[in-house]
């Protein structure tokens, strides 16, 4: 059952109306007023769910994480997945990627189907490559409502960038999903360009604009400024060259206004000074592979394990709540990831993106291989 009074708008995804459950609407209302108060214990569940059904990823993307960091292969059973239902019945977002691609997945397909008997708005991001006709008609058929595809090359430059991958796939792979999309009448999924941003990228943004308009992302482009997790990444950070890189975007904003492309930086340095909290331990719950849960996208704390515990217990355990009281503070008492948050358009700080430089382990059990 929906109500018209859900008819919800959410931040980057603002374009699109999506109809949430009642459970999940209600569930909503609660959390809002929990986070606000920044309770350590909450009656409400999370809105946002992040699952990484798999670490795996078909490319080793130059400025990935990935050509950095090395992990164990692990996969997200369905019986693991299913210890989330209790939470998956009352979110609104569900979001099916964390840190690697979601195409590579033997369970994303199971787990969105499970996920249709709820209203609520799914998500992953990918490169696309892997997006095989069939894939493309059954995404379509369980409703995907939204699909992030990352590029920021184009042309024959693309395979030195996203390595593994080949431009003309890409190409041929959108074409084929769009073709689906009209041959089913389906506005589904809807599509946004993820464009990470470096000295050399940049670049390619206007180029990225155009594509999008070609490739018909109704949600257009959003820039990432690119976070060094290496080194040689700490010259093409936003903060290496603030003004090399507004030249750029203030560019690239006024094609996407010409072309009608929603277009916007997330994290956007250019307002780094902005005061915000952090409300993601409260609004979401992030699970890897291994069935580990983790309070945000960025933290490398374990809460808990799906295997051990159950997830009501793990929402409110007392290492969840600790990890609550130190989000929105400053001092000593802050939790170190908050301090040096690599997701700060979340938090209140200047941005960090070198802050990753120095780390030896990720969440997720990512060690270094690089520096
Ligand atoms: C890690 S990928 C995982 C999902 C999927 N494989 C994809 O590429 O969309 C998610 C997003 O992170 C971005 N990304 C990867 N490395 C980054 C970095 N060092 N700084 C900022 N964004 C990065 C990618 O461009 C992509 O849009
Ligand atoms: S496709 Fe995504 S996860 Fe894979 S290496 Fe590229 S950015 Fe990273
Ligand atoms: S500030 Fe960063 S590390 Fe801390 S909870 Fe928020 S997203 Fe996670």
Known sequence: MSTDLEMQ???????????????????????DIEKRQLLPALKSKP????????????????????????????????????KLDSFLKEAKFLTFFTKSE?????????????????????????NAIPLTREISERLVDLGLTFMQVSVNVFGDEYAKVYRGGKFSQLEENLGILNEVKRAKNSAKPHLRLSFCSTKKSV???????????????????????VFAVGEDQINDT???????????????RKLANELEIPFWIISNPQNSLEEVYCYDPWESINIEPNGDVYPCSVSSQVMGNLNEKSIEDIWNSPRYQEFRKRVNITGPEQNDDCRNCINCHLHHMKTASNSAVERKVM???YYRIKK
């Open 9 to 31: 708008v959410q931040k980057s995804l603002d374009r699109v109306k999506v109809q949430f459950s009642e459970v999940a609407s209600k569930n909503a209302v609660l959390n």
């Open 47 to 82: 809105i946002r769910i992040r699952m990484e059904l798999t670490n795996e990823c078909n490319l080793r993307c130059v400025f990935c994480y990935k050509s950095y960091f090395n992990v164990k292969k692990q996969d997200l059973s369905m019986e693991e997945f299913l």
């Open 102 to 126: 979601p195409l590579m997945a033997q369970t994303l397909f199971p787990a969105l189907e499970h996920c249709t008997q709820y209203e609520a708005a799914t998500y992953f991001s990918t």
């Open 203 to 225: 670049l390619n943004l206007e180029e990225a604009i155009r594509f999008a308009k070609k490739f018909e992302f109704s949600q257009g482009v959003q820039v990432t400024p």
């Open 238 to 252: 936003y903060e290496s060259d603030p003004q090399y890189f507004d030249c750029y975007y203030d560019r690239a």
């Open 363 to 365: 969440g997720g059990g």
